[in-house]
């Protein structure tokens, strides 16, 4: 695997977002007279994007299936209380900024890929990496279909001005890999994120336990 064109997932990549997500989550459900879930319960929820982490806590599969005015009320009050909590709730997993930092020395072109809404996603990454020089940093807008569909890959590639089955996607979980493939591109896969660790190594992409495994894989994959 050589690429120098790497696209990063964020929540559960390079952030550990779910304190912030598992508070303002059930802030929005307490609003609501709704129960709420614990963070472990919440961990689970997260990946598909805010429409779907909210059909997950009221117990639906997907969005689709929620009943149209209780899902509306629950994004509204989610997308309301969420710009505030992921503030104090949002971390870089260690070494990840040195990581970032040393692949951008050595040419690396990095770019984030959330299935979260882009008007926290983008304040996110400027905010907690300032220095690092992400481009594109794309959530969720609805001008591209969310991951797995591979549509914002190929517009993060022809944006660089090279071909989708240059780039790798660095994530956390199998909507990742599933993007990845569908895509046509390398694939690295995490596992201090919030999806099953077994189903991870089940893929068979390359796997990194811990982010100095993260860091030498990638260099290498810029030196090859």
Known sequence: MKSRHLVFDLDGTLVDSLPGIADGLNRALASLGLPTHSPD?????I???ARNLCASALGYADAADVPQEL??????????????????????????TEMLTRLVSVGAHLAVLSNKPHDVTLPMVQELFRPIPFSPILGYTGNFPRKPAPDALHHIAQSWGVKTSDLTLVGDSLYDAQTAANAGCHCILVTWGYANIQEIHNWGAPTCGTVEELRRLTLASLMA
């Open 71 to 96: 899902m509306e009320a629950l994004h509204t009050a989610f997308r309301r209380e969420y710009p505030a909590t992921w503030r104090k709730g949002t971390f870089i997993y260690r070494g990840i």
């Open 41 to 45: 319960a919440v961990r689970g929820m």
């Open 47 to 49: 990946g598909r994007g």
